[in-house]
């Protein structure tokens, strides 16, 4: 069975930082590109960042550019989010979920998706 798993949410002051996990169970990561997305209330579900199985390129909504990381673990087949400098406006679900082919931002070209992980960034 084909399974992501988020973790690494939580609540967090602004500034501060978390690091999301997506691990996947039933197939290997590293064949797939990556993305991680989130979805605020009431707000439509964003791309955030993804990572290509092409090339290992990453990419980064404008918005979340050089404060947040991705990067893969080929050997515990995760991929995970470093998220530095948080801001109110980055609470949101956060959803991990891959596809194949080249990188994309826009979650309509992805077809497995995890279930989530809260984030908060509130003081």
């Known amino acids: 069975q084909l399974q992501l798993v988020e973790s690494g949410g939580g609540l967090v002051q602004p500034g501060g930082s978390l690091r999301l996990s997506c691990a996947a169970s039933?197939?290997?990561?590293?064949?797939?590109?990556i993305g991680w997305f989130r979805q605020a209330p009431g707000k439509e579900r964003e791309g955030v960042s993804c990572?290509?199985?092409?090339?290992?390129?990453?990419y980064y909504a404008d918005s979340v550019k050089g404060r947040f990381t991705i990067s893969r673990d080929n050997a515990k087949n995760t991929v995970s989010l470093q998220m530095n400098s948080l801001k109110p406006e980055d609470t949101a679900v956060y959803y991990c979920?891959?596809?194949?082919?080249?990188?994309?931002?826009?979650?309509?070209?992805?077809?497995?998706w995890g279930q989530g992980t809260q984030v908060t960034v509130s003081s």
């Open positions: 990572i290509s199985s092409s090339d290992g390129n990453t």
């Open positions: 979920a891959v596809r194949h082919g080249s990188w994309s931002l826009l979650p309509r070209f992805y077809y497995y």
């Open positions: 039933g197939f290997t990561l590293n064949y797939y590109t």
